[in-house]
């Protein structure tokens, strides 16, 4: 049986908080849709845990909801959930 990460590889843009960051920063990365607001978060290119400490880790599943900044509505990661 295939893989839900192997039948959906397209990937949606999520935001994800750095950690002991005091302006409260969201770091865009990559996330594969799994399914009823869940999504499993992708590294960036350049992702280095040693420069940033994100709240939630590449390949963790988290729930997201959508946020709205500027007028512009946006996906964030706000539980993890695997």
């Known amino acids: ?20 960051d005091e302006e409260g920063t969201l770091r865009p990365t990559q996330a594969i849709p799994w399914g009823k607001n869940l999504y499993k978060i992708l590294p960036t290119p350049d992702y280095d ?4 400490v994100w709240e939630f880790l590449p390949g963790s ?7 709205n900044y500027q007028g512009r509505d946006y996906l ?3 539980e993890k959930v695997a």
């Open 1 to 20: 049986m295939m893989h839900k990460e192997e039948r959906s590889m397209n990937t949606v843009e999520i935001y994800v908080q750095l950690l002991g």
């Open 76 to 78: 964030r990661a706000i």
């Open 61 to 67: 599943i988290v729930r997201c909801e959508t946020q």
């Open 49 to 52: 845990p040693e420069d940033e």
